[in-house]
């Protein structure tokens, strides 16, 4: 299957500094990315949706000065927890689907793990 | 609205006896359909997945899922759980609109006793 790497993966932070996490699609090219948190014992929510040379579509109750998303290529997305605190520590998963003739399958990153203190 | 329900939060299962993991989804349409595995600290591994045809699906390790559309579930099964099989277990429905984003169960922790 396709490849999607991301990086770090872990990483921690003083509260108060800011983080970028990059998620990379190796071998093919994705128009739109997904972030996700999970918190510890908890599923993975869907943050936002990263669109190649446009706007994140951010989910409801997410804020987006706070969790910064640029899709400047068709392979990179990146995400930026800005002034970190330690409510922010969590497991950060991104997700690129690839599109065949066929069907469509999302392909995950191994994930990040943010901890500030 | 899609979603996607795990009922059992966690099941403990003898080492050798079947495993049966429930999951129901919400959709509007023939979804695709994901069985995931989590491992504690780790990221998601694939078990199987349905698209369309055959509704009974092999995965990996030994696991198969069965889609029934009458009954809007995809239940995980496996004859004869191991212990390394203990873990975390995630359905999930993949939406065909808005770039194919994923949707996730709750999850539910399966514990292996000896």
């Known amino acids: 299957g396709a490849v999607v790497s991301q990086h770090p993966s872990w990483v921690i932070c003083k509260s108060g500094t800011s983080v970028k996490i990059e998620c990379r699609s190796l071998?093919?090219?994705?128009?739109?990315m997904f972030w996700y948190r999970q918190f510890p014992k908890q599923s993975l929510m869907l943050m936002a949706t990263?669109?190649?040379?446009?706007?994140?579509?951010?989910e409801q109750g997410v804020e987006k000065d706070k969790f910064l998303i640029n899709h400047a290529s068709l392979t990179l997305s990146t995400l930026t927890v800005t002034s970190a605190h330690p409510e922010d520590s969590s497991f950060y998963i991104c997700?690129?689907?690839?599109?065949?003739?066929?069907?469509?399958?999302?392909?995950f990153g191994q994930g990040t793990r943010l901890t500030v203190v | 609205a899609q979603s996607v329900t795990q009922p059992d939060i966690h099941i403990t299962v003898s080492e050798g006896a079947s495993l049966e993991l429930r999951c129901n989804y919400s959709y509007g349409a023939t979804p695709y359909l994901f069985w995931y595995v989590q491992s504690p600290g780790q990221g998601l591994q694939l078990l199987l997945k349905?698209?369309?045809?055959?509704?009974l699906v092999q995965g990996i390790k030994g696991f198969e899922a069965e889609f029934k559309r009458s009954q809007s579930s995809f239940n995980l099964r496996k004859p004869s759980v191991h212990w390394s099989d203990a873990a975390e277990y995630f359905c999930?429905?993949?939406?065909?609109?808005?770039?194919?984003?994923?949707?996730f169960g709750a999850g539910t922790r399966l514990f292996v006793k000896a």
């Open positions: 999930a429905v993949g939406a065909r609109t808005g770039g194919f984003k994923t949707i």
């Open positions: 990263s669109n190649e040379g446009s706007k994140a579509t951010y």
């Open positions: 349905y698209f369309s045809g055959d509704t």
């Open positions: 071998d093919f090219q994705a128009t739109t």
């Open positions: 997700s690129a689907p690839q599109r065949s003739r066929v069907e469509t399958e999302a392909f």
